[in-house]
């Protein structure tokens, strides 16, 4: 058996405590500039995204398409209600805090339709300013260092928004949210649970749902149009995109792309079968948040896909 | 079984071709963007790097522990005589491209050593702009459409650096890199193989080394001191850093997160197996380009860790 320490060939280096500071010093800068380059990207895509904002209105349906071809999103929307609601969704604006860029409320149009008497579903995040940043005052730049403390789970507080159901249309509570004993949530039931809720269920913070929904816009444009789930194939070109839950590869041994959009507070179970061909097989798999990745997939065979969300606890014990 | 492509609950939406334009044209108005802030990110951070590089050379053998402790090149620095030479390494310095500064040549600077008769050893990255990126005049903030097409791979040849070697002491030739029928790397070799070849074996370029690199300094500074190896944990926060190839899981059920840096060339194989406990268990898994990720490891347990770098061919069939 190996060592757990594996040591330097030669004597660790060491540093002075004031060249500890000056090296720490010197990462934050690094840290400093990089937020103030976030920041100059927010503004400076922010009139593009709004150019898009306005002419994607004009596209009947763009909406719902695109949170149906969205990853992630199109497993939250199973239920055929919530899609007939959706196709009155008009438009989706972004609204910035003026305090903390990074913070935006979500503000969702509808046209009239037969479940909600609302025109407009605001989800709002509400930023909680530590004092200490208050006090702080901004360098030239408008940079204080205790933006570089921002997390979005400490300082940020998603709020409930009251939808004006018509009577016997409310969806919220014809599907409503299961909750596991600890309090886990086991199954989210309708989108509009996400709207009337404290907290984001469906993590569409993590999105945020109008700027990256819109660039599934692509669905409709042509290049990804057969796209219809949580999982898309990148390379090779040729492989059509995987459809869940039924994957049938045509080629040779592909990998295959899948993205699985969550926030940092689930885990996925993605277990796949094999179901046709020689062998029969299944892989479960644990897939991090926010994540990206190849799976290999074999040619000519079939794979049934099931996936499992789950609140993340890297803390809880088995 | 269910239908490959799952229909959408109403007629697909269509876009005429003019909108399909113009929607293609707000999409290469935010990679403009996009690419505008990359770019004016580098600027920014130049002098602080800067900054950081004159420190660092006053910190003795740096560089060296900086790359045994980097994920990713330790695996590399294998033999002893590399790791002796890499002791009188003082310096890396990044200088980027006027035209491109996505490009960069880096420039190791060594003290006197037994090894080579060279003071500077450059490995440079040649790019070569194309006639129409030429021809383009750029716009007022000084970028060009074309510049949205920079491919690394096509646009970019890294040339080879020769080594005045003292007599007897060639590392390339002594730990030669082992190519196989494919013209697939097996084996690297010495590190200098990377300076006296064509192209970037060791896919330096992606990471970049001066200046990734440096921000493995956090190991010296005390936050990392006792990584060692590839990989690394995050969350809890009280696993020890799992030492590579025998990992040692003290706690409760962990994720540990391992970082793989490699080019978008290579896939990883990674396999491990339960060596201890109740159950014994191997599972390999693929690990895509670019990966960070969260793998489950189970308390009480020792694992084997095994590494596998192929250069990556989506288009190869098994």
Request: net charge negative.
């Amino acid at each position: 058996m190996l060592n757990a320490k594996k040591p330097l060939p030669f004597p660790e280096p060491t540093l002075s405590d004031a060249d500890k500071k000056a090296m720490e010093e010197i990462g934050k800068q690094i840290q400093r500039a990089q937020l103030l380059n976030e920041l100059s990207e927010i503004k400076r895509l922010e009139p593009i995204y709004e150019k898009r904002q306005q002419f994607v209105r004009k596209i009947p349906k763009f909406w719902i398409t695109a949170m149906l071809r969205h990853a992630g999103l199109a497993l939250d929307l199973k239920n055929e209600e919530d899609q007939r609601v959706l196709q009155s969704l008009v438009d989706i604006a972004v609204q910035r805090n003026q305090t903390e860029p990074r913070v935006y409320n979500l503000e969702f149009t509808f046209s009239q339709n037969p479940f909600f008497e609302d025109r407009i579903l605001r989800k709002k995040y509400e930023f909680n300013e530590s004092s200490t940043r208050k006090k702080e005052s901004a360098d030239r730049e408008g940079f204080k260092w205790t933006m570089l403390d921002f997390d979005w789970d400490d300082d940020v507080k998603a709020l409930p928004c009251k939808i004006n159901w018509k009577p016997g249309k409310n969806l919220s509570k014809k599907y409503a949210k299961v909750v596991d004993e600890d309090g886990d949530i086991d199954e989210l039931g309708s989108f509009f649970n996400w709207f009337e809720s404290d907290g984001d269920a469906f993590d569409i913070y993590s999105q945020p749902a109008a700027i990256k929904m819109a660039d599934e816009l692509s669905f409709i444009t042509g290049d990804n149009g057969s796209e219809t789930t949580l999982s898309r194939s990148s390379t090779p070109p040729d492989i059509p995109h995987p459809p869940a839950p039924v994957v049938q590869i045509p080629g040779p041994l592909k990998y295959v792309y899948i993205t699985f959009i969550n926030s940092g507070h689930h885990t996925v179970t993605v277990s796949w079968e094999v179901s046709s061909g020689p062998t029969s097989a299944t892989q479960t798999i644990q897939v991090p948040p926010r994540s990206e990745e190849f799976y290999p997939f074999e040619a000519g065979k079939e794979y049934e896909l099931s996936f499992k969300k789950k609140r993340y606890n890297p803390y809880k014990e088995k």
